[in-house]
Each structure stands twice: as structure tokens, then as C-alpha cells.
């Protein structure tokens, strides 16, 4: 039911008119980045397969769409048996993209393709944005690792989700729990401001979790006096001290005061960990302080002002009374696109750095000797190709994104608003056909 009413109601009238089982290629793509992004990041693939091997109609929806009166018996029945059985293939998951990359191409029925839309964008869309985001803060950050820590800031599915895109795009660790059981990424965490406030005093509530948790963990130092707060903490656990947390005030001139006062007192190998309302320009600004590690939420579980990759799913191609396919495209003022199956290699130059992203119509763009094919199949025939959900899904994205910024010419890494680093050009068929 992670669809919309309208997608019903079309099937509806596709079954009417007998045009629901015509064999149609719809494609998922981003018409333009989000102002001034100079690249965008592919995210939310491997969730999006998982979603699509379990989409069914089970009997409580179905009595659900009768009630209401959604849609006629006819279409009830058919949504009794749905289950994908058709090929989707598109970019990998940590992949790059720009405007107009075929991002995903979804190969079956009319009917099929349909019901997959709005579930489809939502997840592409939502977690997209999010890596995008992450990054970018990675960028920003440079060696020092990144936690991501969002998830009292949106929705809790949406806090997987996001967690979970955060890693792809090189984030370290995640505070939410769900990601790490799904996924098997790296959880961490130690005490919030209660923890403290919960004792008769900040000493008492530091040897409690130093007691517990042993000296290699993090104490939050600045619930009441920061520098009274760090000379209980070397007071108490000595040069062990994992690391002290600032989550206030000015972090550049705390992260310089504190560093000079953990040196004074022999603790050189405690690490600083920032947090509060970080986000990539936050983090830049932060890049000579002496910082260890950075905790990013609200700012990254928002899209870091782009809360959405604005993805749109567009029938390309479609099957004619003849059986043989036809290029389709909407015409529309400002929202038109482009008809055909496309095809996608990343232009590499001598060096290995990408200069454009060749988007073949019909066919694959010629390859000059060392280019990369972008397009990858991730379901035939509605089975799943293996590698690209769970655990194993999530880090071969991290790589794959890893491996796709090597690519990049330096200008992607400014955080300065500026144009796609690459272009995008299409190159029509050799021979006409779709």
C-alpha cells in the first residue's frame, strides 16, 4: 500500500482498455540537481529491491481497496496476484549521478511498472537526498570520520533510511540501532545531558559511566563549566580518556581550549568529538581546529537544505499494437523528456577523471578504451541478482561511492554553489530503434 490512490485507479482503466499488459520501460532520472550541487549521490537501491521482492496485496488491503471502493473487482483480482516479474536495471548503489542519468529502468508491464511508482520515487528520492547530503559533510570533513546521529530528528523508518545512506556515502558509524541490526554497519554512542543531570553531580555521573563502560569512553563535557568538566574527567580516568564531547557554545574556540588544556594535563591521546547542529559548512569552518570526529544530525537527516533528489519515474518506451516498441516522451513545458531505453558509460580521461556522462539512446555509447559502463541488472525476470540488499549491499555501495569521488575533477569537492562538474550528453543511435 506505499503507493497512490491514482496508481490504482489508472490500472483500473489500463485493464479496461486492454493497454495494462503492453511491455513498457519506464526510467527514473533527476532533471537538474538541487541549486548550486555539483553532483548527486544514488541511494536507497539496495531497501528499494528488498521493497519490491515483498510487494504484495495481502487480504487486509485488499478488503481495505473493496470497502472504499477503490477500484472495480476486476482490478481487485488482478491485485490479488501481483508480484514483480519483470528486469529493473540502473545505476549502482554509491554511484554518481547528474541531471538526466538514467538512474533506474524498470522493464515489464504497463501494470507491473505502474504499481512500483510512487514506493520507487519515495525511496530513491528520500535517500538520495540524504546521501547527496553526507557526502558532502565527507568532503567537508576530510580524514576526520564522521557519526551520523539524526534520527530523534525525522520519522523512525525514515531514521533508518537514512543512517543507512549516511554510511554508503562514508560516514563511519550511526547511533541508530535498526540500521546496525538490518545492515550490520557500526553503531556507537555513550550519554546525552541527562545522564549528568540525572546525578547529585557531573563527578558522580562521570565515574558511573567511566566505571561502566571503562576508560576508552567519551564523557559530554559541557553541561555545566566545560573546563571544570575536562579536569574531572583527566582527574578520574587520567591519559586512558577515550575522548570528551562538546555539544555547545563557540565548537572552533572550545575545540582549541580544551585540546591545549587536555595537553597541559598529559591526556595527548584523548580525542575531541563536535556535535550540535553540524552540517558541511559548519564542518569546513571547524577544518583547523583540533578536532577528532564529527556527530552530524538534524542538518543531515533534512537533505542539508535539499530534502529531496526530485526524481521522476517517466514511461520512455513502450510495446505498439505490432508488438515492436516505440520511443515515448511527455512534451510538457519545463518537464519534458527523453523517449528511448537509455544507456549510460562515464567518459574517463587519460588520467582517469571523468570529464561527461554519455547517455546512449537505444544503445550504448561507443567506448573510447578505459570509459565505465554505468548501467547494472539488478533484477531479471522478478528474481533478485545477488549482492545488492542487506549487509553486503551496503558495503559495496560505500565502495563503489568511495571509488566514483576518486573519479571526480577537484572542483566537486568545493562546497561553493556552481553547475554539475560534469556534463551530460546524449548521443543518439547509430541505427533507429528503441
Known amino acids: 500500500m506505499f503507493t497512490d490512490h491514482y496508481e490504482l485507479t489508472m490500472l483500473q482503466a489500463a485493464l479496461h482498455s486492454g493497454s495494462a499488459h503492453r511491455r513498457s520501460v519506464f526510467e527514473a532520472f533527476a532533471r ?24 504484495r496485496f495481502g487480504t487486509r488491503e485488499l478488503d481495505f481497496l473493496a470497502a472504499r471502493k477503490v477500484v472495480n473487482d476486476e482490478t481487485l483480482a488482478w491485485l490479488a496476484d501481483f508480484a514483480f516479474s519483470g528486469n529493473i536495471y540502473g545505476y549502482a548503489e554509491g554511484e554518481l549521478y547528474f541531471p538526466n542519468s538514467p538512474i533506474l529502468s524498470v522493464e515489464s508491464t504497463f501494470a507491473e511498472a505502474c504499481m512500483l511508482e510512487t514506493y520507487l520515487l519515495s525511496v530513491l528520492n528520500h535517500d538520495s537526498a ?4 553526507a557526502s558532502r559533510m565527507i568532503t567537508a570533513a576530510g580524514s576526520r570520520p564522521c557519526i551520523e546521529m539524526g534520527s530523534r530528528r525525522t520519522q ?23 540500521c546496525g541490526l538490518r545492515y550490520g554497519v557500526l553503531t556507537q554512542g555513550t550519554a546525552a545531558h541527562s545522564f549528568t543531570l540525572l546525578h547529585d553531580s557531573e563527578e558522580e555521573a562521570f565515574r558511573a559511566q567511566l566505571e561502566s563502560m571503562g576508560a576508552g569512553t567519551t564523557l559530554l563535557v559541557d553541561t555545566y563549566d566545560v573546563e ?47 556535535t550540535s547542529d553540524l552540517d558541511e559548512f559548519a564542518i569546513a569552518a571547524l577544518a583547523a581546529a583540533p578536532v577528532d570526529s ?35 516522451a511527455k512534451a510538457a513545458k519545463n518537464k519534458a523528456s527523453v523517449g528511448g531505453k537509455k544507456f549510460a558509460l562515464r567518459r574517463l580521461n587519460e588520467r582517469g577523471l571523468a570529464t561527461a556522462e554519455l547517455v546512449g539512446i537505444g544503445e550504448l555509447p561507443e567506448n573510447d578504451g578505459n570509459d565505465r559502463p554505468l548501467i547494472h541488472e539488478f533484477m531479471h525476470d522478478g528474481v533478485l541478482a545477488p549482492g545488492w540488499t542487506g549487509a553486503e549491499g551496503v558495503r559495496r555501495a560505500a565502495e563503489r561511492h568511495a571509488a566514483s569521488m576518486a573519479e571526480l575533477p577537484g572542483a566537486a569537492r568545493r562546497l561553493q554553489r556552481g553547475e554539475p562538474v560534469i556534463p551530460t550528453e546524449y548521443i543518439q543511435p547509430s541505427t533507429v530503434r528503441n
Open 228 to 274: 571544570a568538566a575536562v579536569r574531572k574527567a583527566v582527574a578520574l580516568a587520567g591519559p586512558a580518556l577515550g575522548g570528551v564531547r562538546l555539544d555547545s557554545g563557540d565548537l572552533l574556540a572550545q575545540a582549541h581550549d580544551v585540546r591545549a588544556l587536555l595537553d597541559s594535563l598529559g591526556n595527548v591521546n584523548t580525542r575531541i568529538t563536535v
Open 32 to 55: 537538474r540537481l538541487p541549486d548550486g550541487r555539483r553532483y548527486g549521490v544514488v541511494a536507497g537501491t539496495g531497501r528499494l529491491l528488498e521493497g519490491i521482492a515483498e510487494f
Open 294 to 328: 564529527y556527530g552530524v544530525g538534524t542538518s543531515l537527516v533534512t537533505g542539508a537544505g535539499a530534502p529531496t533528489a526530485s526524481m521522476v519515474y517517466k514511461l520512455v518506451s513502450r510495446a505498439g499494437n505490432d508488438g515492436d516498441f516505440v520511443s515515448v
Open 156 to 178: 523512525e523508518e525514515s531514521a533508518v533510511a537514512a543512517s543507512r545512506a549516511a554510511v554508503i556515502a562514508g560516514f563511519h558509524s550511526t547511533s541508530n540501532l535498526e
Open 130 to 133: 540524504i546521501a547527496s547530503a
